[in-house]
């Protein structure tokens, strides 16, 4: 089993509709989740950290977590053509600073 | 305030050849660390340096290896390329390390030195 899994798409949505990315990780004892994009020929950008078990909004953007059943989403309302880019997941497990990253999920929002 | 800076932003080099990437993380950011993406993939971690000490190393050959100055940037040093080692190579900075707290340990890549091995 991956430290981090992200199914690599890509992920098809209309414009105005809800993206929902997902990642799973191995560690249960993890302590910090990001989110980043990263379009192509880009370096990723940081869009969303989550610490605790919730929803964690921030403007089109919520993050996910669920540390029983190891999982953290991205939820992207409203989406853009713009966000047409690569999600990655980034986990940093138990007693560790440094994030694993998931492969990247390949986000497609269509006019 | 200026993000953090990478230099070269691309480099081609041939085998066996040696290279130095340069980082210079944002103001304030005592922490840095190095990645490797290659396409298709996230960033792979190569090395952390928290107050010029080397806090982390990832799973990489003797062949590279890296250092921080006193001002807090730093070099990623690749010796003996291979055609393996073409890829983007990121650097990240952070506040801290070992201090938990939204903030502390979030880390903003530079946009990094792409690498060609011929």
């Known amino acids: 089993q991956k430290e981090v899994e992200q199914n690599s798409g890509p992920l098809s949505v209309p414009e105005g509709a809800i993206a929902s990315l997902n990642c799973t990780y191995s560690?249960?004892?993890?302590?910090?989740f990001f989110w980043y994009r990263q379009y192509s020929g880009k370096s990723p950008e940081l869009i969303m950290s989550?610490?605790?078990?919730g929803d964690k909004e921030d403007g089109r953007f919520t993050a996910q977590l669920n540390k029983a059943s190891q999982y953290v989403s991205l939820l992207i309302r409203d989406s853009q053509p713009s966000d047409s880019a690569t999600y990655l997941c980034?986990?940093?497990?138990?007693?560790?600073?440094?994030?694993?990253f998931g492969r990247g999920t390949s986000l497609i929002v269509h006019p | 305030d200026a993000g953090v800076t990478q230099s070269p932003t691309h480099l081609i080099k041939t085998r066996g050849q040696h290279v130095t990437l340069r980082c210079s993380p944002i103001?304030?950011?005592?922490?840095v660390s190095w990645y490797q993406q290659v396409l298709g993939q996230g960033p792979q971690f190569i090395f952390q340096?928290?107050?010029?000490?080397?806090?982390g190393r990832g799973n990489f050959p003797d062949r590279f290896s890296a250092r921080q100055f006193p001002n807090y940037s730093s070099e990623l040093n690749v010796n003996a390329l291979l055609l393996g080692d073409s890829a983007l190579y990121l650097c990240?900075?952070?506040?801290?390390?070992?201090?938990?707290?939204?903030?502390?340990?979030?880390?903003?890549f530079g946009p990094g030195t792409r690498l060609t091995v011929l």
């Open positions: 990240a900075s952070s506040l801290a390390v070992g201090q938990r707290g939204p903030g502390y340990n979030e880390q903003f």
């Open positions: 103001s304030g950011h005592k922490s």
């Open positions: 560690d249960r004892v993890s302590q910090s």
């Open positions: 989550i610490y605790s078990n």
């Open positions: 980034a986990v940093n497990k138990g007693g560790s600073y440094i994030p694993t």
């Open positions: 340096y928290y107050e010029k000490e080397e806090r």
